[in-house]
């Protein structure tokens, strides 16, 4: 049996949140001020509390503070018959579960106390993922093609051979080129970074190559190119396709001789930089089109390593949600370490059309989002539903099954997985949906859903 511990001056509602909770089967406890509430707080520890904003000797938001730092897992909902921005802002930043204005719906109530438990079984009966101080410059995978990659970056690291690491954006072209570089006998030199999509074609041959000053308008100092910078270490060229067809054959022309100038200068210099270049486009399909060398297109691909697609390794996802849990929470200074039963199968049956860099983003709003330290199925489909819109994902991807398949998802998870809420929305009788929720394989969160 649940306790809940109601806190409202006002014996009226008092009386009918009792009479509401009581008949749902849950123990419920009053008080109409601040001390009362904490003596019962502190004698019964509830699972969850109601808690008005107004009290006649103290402040709601106080009384949260206190019971907060009692450091005890229950779930606090704030009501409230104002509705301004500064009370919610503070209520939430306390640490309150939720946020209800008055009048109060009993739907509403309803929904937000059953996610209040549902949200402290899920917590009590979930492990925690591991934790600890990530590894930043580490590729996760344990898959067939990643330890392909793992064997190439192997051999790479005895020599200085020219990368061509190909890839959708999202797949991490750039960690695999910083691994390469970490593993290689020149780790300790520099690591520099340009990305030829993020110049303008007019700065580009300067941002590689450096210029002298006086060399054009505005060049009124010396500046060193990122050949130039990356000395002995590596140089990596991301989005290598953008690099403009003028700057191509002076590029090519360093790579055969591995000499250049600056812009406006005299001086042949030489660099011994390793290049890794990566393209998120078929550098060999802009050859057919006439816009890229072919002669550079040979030159880069030496070695050539093909990132993989996420949706071609779903195996590798628990890694990565692991990895990129431990990540999240050192860097926002979070504890979001749970899952709840059914989240990694959803995230495996989702297309990520992003990729890794999707996933990452993906969990971070999760932590974000969370109220306690579990990830709820239902906030995993929520942020799905509002990142990948039918218009986002594409119109060829959907048949009409597929179409009702989202909307009734949708429909569910909005409603809190009410099916008979679920129901009346959608316009179909329970049977009926219960029927579509079988025929799709619609996954319910486990212990949350209501019939």
Not at 190 to 206: G, H, K, N, Q, R
Not at 239 to 250: R, T, W, Y
Not at 304 to 323: E, F, G, K, N, Y
Request: glycine share 8%; aromatic share 6%; hydrophobic share 40%.
């Amino acid at each position: 049996m649940t306790k809940i511990l109601v806190v409202d001056d006002e014996v009226s509602i008092q009386e009918t949140l009792e009479m509401f909770l009581v008949e749902k089967g849950h123990e419920v406890f009053k008080a109409g001020n601040g001390q009362e509430a904490m003596s019962l707080f502190s004698r019964h520890t509830p699972d969850v509390v109601i808690l008005d904003i107004r009290l006649p000797d103290t402040s709601g938001l106080d009384l949260l503070s206190r019971m907060q730092k009692l450091g005890t897992p229950s779930k606090i909902i704030m009501i409230t018959a104002f509705h301004d921005m500064e009370t919610t802002i503070q209520a939430m930043k306390l640490g309150a579960y939720d946020y209800v204005h008055k009048p109060l719906d009993a739907e509403e109530m309803e929904r937000t106390v059953n996610r209040a438990i549902c949200v402290l079984a899920v917590d009590r009966e979930t492990p925690t993922q591991e934790k600890g101080e990530p590894n930043t410059d580490v590729i996760i995978g344990k898959s067939k093609q990643m330890r392909g990659i793992f064997k190439m970056i192997g051999l790479l690291s005895q020599n200085r051979a020219t990368v061509l690491i190909q890839g959708e954006t999202g797949t991490g072209k750039e960690l695999i080129a910083r691994v390469i570089h970490r593993n290689s006998l020149y780790d300790k030199e520099p690591f520099i970074t340009l990305d030829c999509s993020a110049v303008v074609e007019s700065l580009m041959e300067s941002e590689l190559f450096g210029h002298e000053k006086g060399a054009f308008t505005g060049a009124n100092h010396t500046k060193l190119g990122k050949i130039e910078l990356a000395g002995k270490g590596t140089l990596f060229l991301d989005e290598m396709g953008e690099l403009p067809l003028n700057v191509q054959g002076k590029f090519l022309g360093f790579l055969q001789r591995r000499e250049y100038m600056r812009v406006g200068g005299q001086q042949t210099r030489k660099s011994s930089c390793r290049i890794i270049a990566a393209s998120n486009k078929d550098l060999s399909t802009l050859v057919q089109q006439g816009r890229f060398k072919e002669d550079l297109y040979f030159r880069l691909r030496v070695v050539t390593i093909q990132a993989p697609l996420l949706r071609d390794r779903l195996s590798d996802i628990p890694d990565l949600v692991s990895h990129f849990l431990r990540k999240i929470n050192f860097e926002l200074g979070t504890q979001v370490f749970k899952l709840q039963k059914g989240v990694i199968g959803r995230l495996k049956s989702h297309a990520w059309k992003g990729n890794v860099r999707e996933l990452e983003n993906l969990l971070v709003e999760a932590v974000i989002r969370a109220r306690s330290n579990v990830i709820l199925l239902e906030e995993i489909e929520k942020i799905l539903t509002m990142n990948h819109s039918t218009m986002q994902m594409g119109l060829e991807d959907y048949s009409l099954p597929q179409m009702e398949k989202e909307h009734i998802r949708t429909t569910l998870s909005q409603c809190g997985w009410n099916r008979t809420q679920a129901a009346r929305l959608l316009g179909i009788s329970l049977p009926t949906l219960r029927s579509k929720i079988r025929r799709y394989g619609i996954d319910l969160v486990e212990g949350c859903a209501v019939p």
